[in-house]
């Protein structure tokens, strides 16, 4: 490796493949006992032969279309599939080519069609991710992460203004669950060069989850999960985030929001827009609600030079979402770009990144929103056509996208970080309070005991 200010070398990140991405196993157990007595339906000679009872299933799949904004195909053809730059790998992909696609009886169904355009970043822009039959799945080839042998994510020459995105399709078969989102930052290292201050990687790339509609890109009107730096993000990812299966987006218009104001199980608070300059970490924002008074702390607050970005939280009443509008008028539509939450008590918010320079825009304002609990489900709403449980047979996607911007310098060279993600879910019939089951590898304790779930279906990760 050179020492020249314009030569960068970052190491592999990946996706690990302990258990297959796909996730088509089983997950949750379920079990029904029964008492029979003596009554005269069972012992008359009247008879009722052949008697079952089965358990249910609960099968979640995970389907994907990887891209990755990188190297040219000319030099770096062993980072894409054989469909070519941007695109890395898919599931299902019937031929190999790193395109989704699968056959039915009517032919081959694809992510877009690669021979409509010239240009395949444009095309791969305007394709999307493919539903499908639950019935369907067994007709699919095993997953592969080709031309990657270990991780859906290895890359070992990243460079500033490199960017990829995965859009994963969560699908439930059979019955009803909840769906967690997992991340965790396993492994870092310092490359060892001269202008470096540490293991800095994770610090410099930034990337976001959110929810997507299939088309692996992000957009204003799409609700986030969690945003800043992969840091950041893995760190709020690892306390295992519930997914909701139709979430409230309140904030993308311009028109004012007032006080009150009631979407869904979602009502909001004042906006705030005169404390920024001054947001330090153990700020209070006291509410009065109907007799109640609602506290929220700020946490932690994260900067850009002295300029607030962002800020953890927590509150002593469940928040669905909060809006957080960053850079000057114009820039961010109406409230600000939403984050939501599926009635939590802590989480994190930073700005929409600049597309200029790859950073996040300072604060201009934020607004918190509450959860209307008044629904006989103690602190978290469970509807079963909404909210937080997924139903079987519709696919919903999460997008999960990553860059490393372009004003990163030689500090970052031969750093590496790896990650783990996955996904877990569990049977929302008879479960209207479902237990984080993150929570107790993260050092919390699981009041409620074993939970009776087995976990599987991991995307387990390493980008190293």
């Not at 997953?143 to 859906?152: D, G, I, K, R, V």
């Not at 995105?165 to 965790?184: M, Q």
Request: with cysteine.
């Amino acid at each position: 490796m050179t020492t020249e200010s314009n030569n960068y070398e970052t190491n592999a990140m990946g996706i690990s493949r302990r258990k297959v991405l796909a996730g088509l196993g089983m997950v949750g157990v379920a079990s029904a006992g029964a008492g029979f007595g003596t009554t005269a339906y069972f012992s008359d000679e009247e008879t009722f032969e052949g008697n079952t009872l089965t358990a249910g299933q609960l099968e979640l799949s995970v389907t994907w279309q990887q891209l990755y904004y990188g190297g040219p195909q000319s030099s770096r053809s062993q980072d894409y599939g054989t469909a070519m730059r941007p695109f890395v790998n898919a599931y299902p992909d019937h031929d190999g080519d790193g395109l989704q696609s699968f056959e039915r009886d009517d032919g081959v169904h694809e992510y877009v069609d690669l021979d409509g355009y010239e240009d395949h970043e444009q095309a791969a822009k305007e394709g999307r991710n493919l539903e499908f039959a639950c019935e369907e799945i067994a007709t699919f080839d095993e997953p592969s992460f080709a031309p990657n042998e270990e991780s859906l994510i290895e890359l070992d020459d990243v460079k500033p203004g490199d960017c990829g995105e995965i859009t994963f399709g969560t699908k439930l078969c059979d019955n009803p669950g909840y769906i967690w989102l997992h991340g965790v930052l396993t492994d870092e290292s310092d490359g060892g060069h001269a202008e470096s201050g540490g293991a800095e990687l994770a610090d410099k790339i930034v990337a976001r989850a959110w929810y997507d509609d299939g088309d692996n890109v992000f957009q204003e009107d799409e609700p986030q999960i969690a945003a800043g730096s992969l840091r950041e993000v893995l760190e709020e990812l690892n306390e295992g985030l519930l997914l909701q299966y139709d979430p409230v987006v309140i904030g993308e218009s311009e028109e004012e929001i007032e006080p009150g104001d009631l979407e869904g199980d979602c009502i909001a608070l004042p906006k705030e827009d005169d404390v920024i300059a001054n947001l330090a970490e153990g700020d209070e924002f006291t509410y009065d609600v109907d007799g109640e008074t609602i506290v929220i702390t700020i946490e932690e607050v994260f900067y850009k030079d002295d300029e607030p970005t962002g800020f953890s939280w927590s509150s002593n009443v469940p928040i669905c979402q909060v809006t957080l509008k960053g850079g000057p008028d114009g820039i961010a539509p109406g409230e600000g770009l939403p984050t939501v939450y599926p009635c939590a008590y802590e989480g994190t918010v930073n700005t929409e990144i600049n597309p200029n320079n790859n950073q996040p825009y300072g604060i201009s304002n934020f607004r918190f929103f509450y959860c209307d609990v008044d629904n006989g489900n103690g602190d978290i709403p469970v509807e079963e056509n909404g909210g937080l449980c997924f139903q079987p047979s519709n696919t919903r996607f999460i997008g999960f996208e990553w860059c490393l911007p372009t004003n990163v310098g030689n500090e970052v060279q031969g750093d590496s970080v790896s990650f783990d993600l996955s996904f877990y879910t569990e049977q929302c019939r008879h479960n209207p309070d479902p237990v984080n089951p993150f929570a107790e590898e993260n050092g919390n304790d699981d009041e409620n005991g074993d939970n009776g779930n087995e976990r599987d279906g991991d995307i387990d990760g390493d980008q190293s």
